[in-house]
T-cell receptor
Framework: KAGVTQTPRYLIKTRGQQVTLSCSPISGHRSVSWYQQTPGQGLQFLFEYFSETQRNKGNFPGRFSGRQFSNSRSEMNVSTLELGDSALYLC????????????FGPGTRLTVT | GESVGLHLPTLSVQEGDNSIINCAYSNSASDYFIWYKQESGKGPQFIIDIRSNMDKRQGQRVTVLLNKTVKHLSLQIAATQPGDSAVYFCAEASGGGADGLTFGKGTHLIIQP
């Protein structure tokens, strides 16, 4: 069974631009969560989607948003990029909402210049 | 807010020895704990999990111990191999997992030949 895939793997953007990252969960998994990983803050929860609905959101500004499609694929968008948004963005999938066991993709490395 | 932490940022062990990585958590409502392994350039890889109604759980070469009295979690790796070199994170969840996983800062395990 294929794992979680994320595209693109690497991205360089300029401050003020916006970016969209994509995540395809493991087949059959309906829940997708997004995390931001930085050396200073570690891994932090952004939001979770289940059945195309955002179930919960972490402590991030409204510039961070996401959505989930009917095939469970998910996208996250960051608008008006700031230098501090440079990070590894990780997507994790799990079978269903409330199912704890999450499997991570390789991440998208975003660099904001 | 409450968070999950690790006692040591770096742990160096000899190849073939057993490794013990520790984690302290503060959220008494946590009912599920996971250990992840993250190699350079990759996303976190699920190692083993344990629910709060258990004290110990064993996998292949790994054992997780949970002490709810002192809110302490540990990961034991038997006969450490070079491929075990990575950053290890503990994570906790509660409330059905809807709030996402809360991660500790991570311990970098270094294997000495």
């Amino acid at each position: 069974k294929a794992g979680v895939t994320q595209t693109p793997r690497y991205l360089i953007k300029t401050r003020g631009q916006q970016v969209t990252l994509s995540c395809s969960p493991i087949s059959g998994h309906r829940s997708v969560s997004w995390y931001q990983q930085t050396p200073g803050q570690g891994l932090q929860f952004l939001f979770e989607y289940f059945s195309e609905t955002q179930r919960n959101k972490g402590n991030f500004p409204g510039r961070f948003s996401g959505r989930q499609f009917s095939n469970s694929r998910s996208e996250m968008n960051v608008s008006t990029l700031e230098l501090g948004d440079s990070a590894l963005y990780l997507c994790a999938s799990s079978l269903s909402g409330g199912h704890y066991e999450q499997y991570f993709g390789p991440g998208t490395r975003l660099t904001v210049t | 807010g409450e968070s999950v932490g690790l006692h040591l940022p770096t742990l160096s062990v000899q190849e073939g020895d057993n490794s013990i990585i520790n984690c302290a958590y503060s959220n008494s409502a946590s009912d599920y704990f996971i250990w992840y392994k993250q190699e350079s350039g990759k996303g976190p890889q699920f190692i083993i999990d344990i629910r709060s109604n258990m004290d110990k759980r064993q996998g292949q070469r790994v054992t997780v111990l949970l002490n709810k009295t002192v809110k302490h979690l540990s990961l034991q790796i038997a006969a450490t191999q070079p491929g075990d070199s990575a950053v290890y994170f503990c994570a906790e969840a509660s409330g059905g997992g809807a709030d996402g996983l809360t991660f500790g800062k991570g311990t970098h395990l270094i294997i000495q030949p």
